[in-house]
């Protein structure tokens, strides 16, 4: 056995004299920071951290853990919920030191490093007057969150992250350097979006992008729980007439000490509608009048123009690193008078800073094939997601038996398909759950033909299998 840990050491030693990133090793000065991803439920001890600096520095990583037989989990942002990005006693291969962005204005296009998070992405774009639709947590990385396929508040009238997606470069397992988008490498490119983490590793992206902001009117309308119904009532006739400028969001919750909650609030069950117009601000008043006083005079009404830099690390504090989060997500059809009394039942007996969301779809969603990509659920009105956060390891069973009670009880009234980002339990039928037999059998072919050996396995996998 020692001769194995020396044989190691002495293996490690000799890569990283080589290596043109940094290599990380436990023992090194940095290691417990380097080691540390967003949701502190995974604190978990790996063997090494390949940073990479290049596509060739990914490479040599993946070439050195395949020799040493090292399970290697990708890191972008850290920011997964299930913990995908570290893994024990194998290879982090940590991509934060590629984190440029190159915007094009001219050509609405923008070139984005693999490490990079969705904050710089939104700052280099904003330079310009124009945005990428991409989700809501500023510190949240770009690979992982396009790599599932990316919702956010401008989904509506700009699509999904990955239906901006213009092409990738990506390493492959075998450590080729390639391009997929629409006319090289198609049916790869097929599968990234929506499923991209078992086929590679993404140093680069090309994003199409478009005008936005500066500013746009941004904000949450806040009832006490009892109102539940009345607000209910709102989202729907709301939504139904909605343009595609304006993206919604109701929400059954605990309120936090965090705004938009005033002193006072945090711990009791409340009701509220986010509402995000990216249209002209003149125009959004007719649009969303209804929202701020169709169910009576809010205790909290936050709805002004804003900066769109400023909204979109709205919940980056609420969200922030070190907190331990578990979630369920699935889509939805309708939020119906049983679903509303089911959830406010729900966060009136929840164990801490609890909630139930739903997120409007539709819009330029819906206006894309469904078989265009590995996406799943574009014909769902709404997704759902439910989510817990808390702190104290102690609460961990209460809180995640919180969320998955939760669920279980909304299931009758959901729709086929989940948000594969969202999916915290893993397994092959986990998998078939989240795309539907048609796009896992094609899922699998991908990976048979770009992963064989399932090098790239701490994803919501798919397992290869030789055609039969």
Not at 23 to 31: A, E, F, I, R, T
Not at 142 to 167: A, C, E, S, Y
Not at 314 to 334: C, I, Q, S, V
Request: include cysteine.
């Amino acid at each position: 056995m020692e001769r194995t840990r020396d044989q190691d050491r002495s293996a490690f030693s000799a890569f990283a004299d080589s290596f043109g990133g940094r290599l990380v090793l436990p023992g090194d000065p940095d290691y417990h920071r380097a080691r540390v991803v967003w949701n502190a439920i995974f604190d978990r001890y790996p063997a090494c951290i390949a940073q990479c600096g290049s596509a060739a520095d990914v490479v040599a990583a993946i070439r050195f853990a395949r020799e040493r037989q090292l399970r290697v989990a990708v890191r972008g942002g850290g920011h997964s919920a299930a913990g995908f990005s570290t893994c024990d006693d194998g290879m982090v291969l940590d991509l934060r030191p590629i984190q440029g962005v190159f915007v094009v204005p001219d050509r609405k296009v923008a070139w984005v490093g693999g490490g990079a998070h969705l904050s710089q992405l939104d700052e280099a774009t904003q330079e310009a007057g124009l945005a990428c639709p991409v989700g809501v947590i500023g510190h949240t990385g770009v690979g992982g969150l396009t790599l599932g396929g990316g919702m956010g508040r401008l989904q509506r009238k700009h699509g999904l992250t990955i239906d901006n997606l213009i092409g990738v470069d990506m390493v492959t397992a075998d450590g080729q350097v390639i391009q997929a988008d629409q006319h090289e490498n198609s049916e790869l490119f097929w599968g990234v979006r929506g499923a991209g983490a078992n086929f590679g590793v993404i140093t680069s992206f090309r994003f199409r992008l478009h005008p936005v902001g500066p500013a746009i009117v941004q904000g949450v309308v806040i009832h006490p729980i009892e109102r539940a119904h009345e607000l209910a009532e709102v989202f729907r006739h709301t939504v139904a007439v909605a343009p595609d400028e304006l993206m919604m969001s109701l929400e059954f919750r605990v309120a936090t000490e965090y705004p938009p909650f005033e002193p006072g609030m945090a711990g009791h069950p409340v009701v509220l509608i986010e509402v995000t117009y990216c249209g002209a601000v003149e125009e959004a008043d007719r649009h969303i009048r209804a929202v701020r006083s169709g169910a009576g005079k809010p205790v909290v009404d936050t709805v002004q123009p804003r900066s769109f830099l400023a909204v979109q690390t709205r919940k980056d504090e609420t969200l922030a690193w070190g907190h331990r989060f578990y979630m369920k997500n699935a889509f939805f059809p309708a939020v119906t008078d049983q679903v509303v009394d089911l959830c406010a039942s729900r966060v009136r007996d929840a164990p801490g800073k609890c909630s139930v969301s739903f997120m409007a779809q539709g819009g330029e969603i819906a206006r894309v094939p469904d078989d265009a990509m590995a996406f799943p659920g574009r014909r769902a009105p709404l997704w759902c997601g439910v989510e817990t956060v808390w702190d104290e390891p102690s609460m961990d069973d209460a809180q995640i038996g919180w969320g998955r009670a939760t669920m279980a009880a909304l299931k009758p009234f959901a729709g086929d398909g989940h948000y594969v980002n969202d999916v915290v339990e893993a397994g092959d039928d986990v998998v078939r759950s989240i795309y539907g037999d048609a796009k896992y059998r094609r899922l699998v072919a991908l990976k048979q033909a770009w992963d064989p050996d399932n090098v790239f396995k701490l994803n919501q996998n798919i397992v290869p299998r030789p055609a039969s």
